[in-house]
Structure formats: structure tokens, C-alpha cells
């Protein structure tokens, strides 16, 4: 490595953008560029970013310290990001229902749908009469929701700005390949491997774990929200409904979580379940006193694959190729927790750095 040292990113998803931004950050003398084969306003199913919700709630357990710590940079990160208008990100308070399917399955215990972060994001437990009809508990906590074409491209024009460079490759079939895309035309000292759904397909990448999609599908209506709706404990087994408002107006409704399914085509019936379930649990969604028509006005239903990896994501130096760190497997957390995961990125690029003795 040189004292400018030259760093190439694979991939453009939440994951690989915002790695390129806070390594940027943490050192201006970082020579950084991302290359990628689907960059922010592309559509495909190879690039999974696009088709997410968003919100922020972690999925750590209480006794997940782990992920725990990788989620809550991004908790504070997005509050952050709220006051400023071109992020797509605004407040909202995330309000998380259970039917009584759902108490049942934890004995009645409902501690167990209280989440770690309570503290910080001041979760509180619903009185009787704002529960809604179908749903035996609740939480609340403030939240965010991330309006996810114009974040993307937010995070795409802050790189910009700080000198990221940016290129569209073909997908590259070997890590070793990655040497070769820094802009400057020279070999790049440093690769990080945030390729998501297709990073463990790369040859050199030699991933152990099993790296698997999770299919979901959604639902962009016109129709406005007050705030996030989530209610787990239906019958599906791998479904749930949340409704996610977007500041620029409209909801995202979903969705489903269908292991290692391929099925790119819309699943329709879902879709009726999905839409009956909204205007069930969300009547104000149809309800023309708020503004809203008295029909759900589809834009467009979005079928994603997730890039879910068995033990949670691989943040590490790899094991033969010093240059190399991986940073892939986010499955459904990957805007949650994309804040930590770059930091933790940022500490292995500096651990690398020093044994180099720049």
C-alpha cells in the first residue's frame, strides 16, 4: 500500500455505498472506487437494494450483542440523516402489533416482543385501546423510514462528492479481477467484497457457510400512512404484514420470507393477502377523510431476493488474500446495519494499513 491507498469496492447496493463513504471518511488519503455491475436506479434481481422497505429495527436478540452493535450505528446515523431533506429519510413512529396467534407461541410471555434497543429508541408498550382490532399487544418506539431510490441516490451523490470514483463493470467471475478496477488504471491495494446475493459465487471468495435468497415480495400503493405498521402471527408460516409510509408519499406494503426460492414472478395470491390484510389492520389507508382513495392505488408489486448467508454476516480479512475483506450477508438487515458494518470495515482497513506500516 502507498500513502494514497487505492481501494476498490465491489458492489453498489446500501452495503457497498456506504462501506466506500465511511472509509472515505475515516481517511481522506483513501484513493477509493466502486465498481459494480448495477448501480442506484438500476432494477434487478441481482441487485437487492432497490426492492427493500425501509425502516430501522434491528433483529438482534437481547442476548445478540454481536449484531447488537453492528445495528446501533445506524440507528443514530439515520436519526441524523432525517434532518436533511435530500436523504429520504424521515421520522416515524414504528409501531409493531401481535395477534394472539403470536402471544400464544411465546406462552403469554409478550417480554419477548420487547427489543433490545427499547432504551435508546424509547420503545413503549401500547394501551388496550390503541391496539388494533385482530391484535392482542403492542409496541411503539420513534423510528425512521427509508425511502429507498432516494437514499440510494443520496448516498451515490455523497460518495460523488467526496471523490469516490465510480465505475459499471460486467460481474467479475474472480475476486482477483477486483485488482484490476481501481480508476486510476493501477492496481488497487485493497479489495472489499460487498457483492451481497453474488459475492460466495465469485471464485477466491471460499465461503464455508451456506449463502442462500430469501424471496419477498411487496407492494408500492399511493395511498398514505401515519406511521409504520408491523403485525406479526398469521397462519403463513413465512409471512407478515408491514406497511411502511415514505415521505414523498405512498406505502410499501409487505411481505413474505420464502427461503432460498428463486421464483421471480409475483405470486398473486400473496399479493390478495397482502392487500386484504393492509386495509384489515390499516382501514385509514382507504379512507378518504385522510386524503387516501377508498382502493388501494397499486403502483407496482416487487418481487427481491435477499442475500441471507448462515451465521449472519462475514465482515473479515480473508483468510489467504490480505488485500482482501469481505463484507456480504446482510439478508434482511443490510440498511439497518449498514453503518456498522462499514465502521467495522473502516477497522479492518486500518488493521491492514498498519501492518503494512504506512
Request: with cysteine; glycine share 10%.
Amino acid at each position: 500500500m502507498s500513502s494514497s491507498t487505492k481501494i476498490v469496492v465491489v458492489g453498489a447496493g446500501v452495503v457497498g455505498l456506504t462501506t466506500a463513504l465511511e472509509l472515505k471518511r475515516a481517511n481522506p488519503n483513501y484513493d477509493v472506487t466502486i465498481a459494480a455491475a448495477h448501480l442506484p436506479g438500476d432494477l434487478s434481481l441481482a441487485y437487492a437494494s432497490p426492492y427493500a422497505g425501509a425502516n430501522w429495527q434491528s433483529f438482534a436478540t437481547k442476548d445478540d450483542t454481536k449484531l447488537q452493535e453492528l445495528d446501533r450505528p445506524g440507528y443514530f446515523e439515520f436519526q441524523r440523516l432525517a434532518d436533511d431533506p435530500r436523504s429520504g429519510v424521515w421520522r416515524c413512529p414504528n409501531a409493531n402489533y401481535y395477534t394472539q396467534l403470536a402471544v400464544a407461541s411465546v406462552q403469554g410471555q409478550t417480554e419477548a416482543f420487547h427489543h433490545w434497543f427499547g432504551d435508546i429508541a424509547k420503545e413503549r408498550v401500547l394501551q388496550n385501546n390503541e391496539l388494533l382490532p385482530g391484535t392482542a399487544y403492542g409496541t411503539e418506539y420513534e423510528g425512521v423510514v427509508i425511502s429507498v431510490p432516494i437514499y440510494l441516490n443520496y448516498l451515490l451523490q455523497t460518495c460523488l462528492e467526496l471523490g469516490i470514483a465510480l465505475r459499471r463493470v460486467s460481474f467479475i467471475t474472480d475476486i482477483e479481477e477486483a485488482l484490476s478496477l481501481h480508476a486510476s488504471g493501477e492496481k488497487a491495494d485493497l479489495v472489499i467484497n460487498c457483492a451481497g446475493l453474488i459475492a460466495y459465487r465469485i471464485n477466491g471468495v471460499n465461503d464455508l457457510r451456506r449463502n442462500y435468497p430469501v424471496k419477498g415480495q411487496t407492494i408500492l400503493v399511493r395511498n398514505n400512512l401515519s406511521k409504520v405498521i408491523c403485525v406479526d402471527g398469521f397462519e403463513e408460516p413465512n409471512e407478515m404484514l408491514y406497511m411502511f409510509p415514505r415521505k414523498e408519499g405512498g406505502t410499501i406494503i409487505g411481505g413474505s420470507f420464502i427461503q432460498e426460492n428463486y421464483d421471480t414472478q409475483e405470486d398473486k395470491p400473496l399479493s390478495t393477502r397482502l392487500s386484504k390484510r393492509a386495509v384489515a389492520f390499516a382501514p385509514e389507508l382507504i379512507d378518504p377523510s385522510r386524503g387516501n382513495p377508498n382502493y388501494l392505488d397499486v403502483v407496482q408489486v416487487n418481487v427481491g431476493l435477499r442475500p441471507f448467508r448462515d451465521g449472519g454476516m462475514r465482515i473479515e480479512i480473508d483468510g489467504r488474500r490480505k488485500w482482501l475483506i469481505h463484507n456480504y450477508g446482510a439478508g434482511s438487515g443490510g440498511y439497518q446495519g449498514s453503518y456498522g458494518f462499514a465502521r467495522k470495515v473502516v477497522k479492518l482497513a486500518k488493521q491492514l494499513r498498519e501492518q503494512s506500516k504506512l
